[in-house]
T-cell receptor, first 115, second 113 residues
Framework: EADIYQTPRYLVIGTGKKITLECSQT?????MYWYQQDPGMELHLIHY???????EKGDLSSESTVSRIRTEHFPLTLESARPSHTSQYLCASSHPGGAPPEGQFFGPGTRLTVL | GESVGLHLPTLSVQEGDNSIINCAYS??????FIWYKQESGKGPQFIIDIRSNMDKRQGQRVTVLLNKTVKHLSLQIAATQPGDSAVYFC????????????FGQGTTLQVKP
């Protein structure tokens, strides 16, 4: 089983608060990703990183930001949470060699609710 | 833009029957495809993958079929069990080998006892 962790698992917070969603992996993967997923819907890539000090915006525009100071850690921050940010946020990492053969391994997700 | 879609949002099968979940993709340059299973409250779990130079790959109780001519991918689950109940996503990665995945909309598999 993949060793990728996300905290918190559930977060209910008021509008305007700053939040940071944590993601850590112990597999030494260079590539890490953040996805946003509404219930029952597909995953949309919002951020990715190919290694330390590398971060890129994904296909879905997001007001969140990310940082990659250490290989194992890829936190996502929302400076001012809004109800439109309510969603599930999934972190993933992949084999250093690229997509094959193992694909991406996912964490359990953080379900965020902004009131 | 690029997209990966699934034909049916929900599939209901009897326990013990075989299940077939379908996926249509649009990027003919994609060279790697993955099926994921997502149970309620969990992140997606890797099931099986296939490269574009193959048309079939088998795992334990699962088979993935790839038809590049019509850009179609399917997941077959043999002897479906209640534990197979979940949402299934197909995903593709373009040949640029960025590691980025494009996900389809998901099919919910319901297994009736």
């Amino acid at each position: 089983e993949a060793d990728i962790y996300q905290t918190p698992r559930y977060l209910v917070i008021g509008t305007g608060k700053k939040i940071t969603l944590e993601c850590s992996q112990t597999m030494g993967h260079d590539k890490m990703y953040w996805y946003q997923q509404d219930p029952g819907m597909e995953l949309h890539l919002i951020h990715y990183s190919y290694g330390v000090n590398s971060t890129e915006k994904g296909d879905l525009s997001s007001e969140s930001t990310v940082s990659r100071i250490r290989t194992e850690h890829f936190p996502l921050t929302l400076e001012s949470a809004r109800p439109s940010h309510t969603s599930q946020y999934l972190c993933a990492s992949s084999h250093p060699g690229g997509a094959p053969p193992e694909g991406q391994f996912f964490g359990p997700g953080t379900r965020l609710t902004v009131l | 833009g690029e997209s990966v879609g699934l034909h049916l949002p929900t599939l209901s099968v009897q326990e013990g029957d075989n299940s077939i979940i379908n996926c249509a993709y649009s990027n003919s340059a994609s060279d790697y495809f993955i099926w994921y299973k997502q149970e309620s409250g969990k992140g997606p779990q890797f099931i099986i993958d296939i490269r574009s130079n193959m048309d079939k790959r088998q795992g334990q109780r699962v088979t993935v079929l790839l038809n590049k001519t019509v850009k179609h991918l399917s997941l077959q689950i043999a002897a479906t069990q209640p534990g197979d109940s979940a949402v299934y996503f197909c995903a593709e990665t373009p040949s640029s080998n960025t590691g980025k995945l494009i996900f389809g909309q998901g099919t919910t598999l319901q297994v009736k006892p």
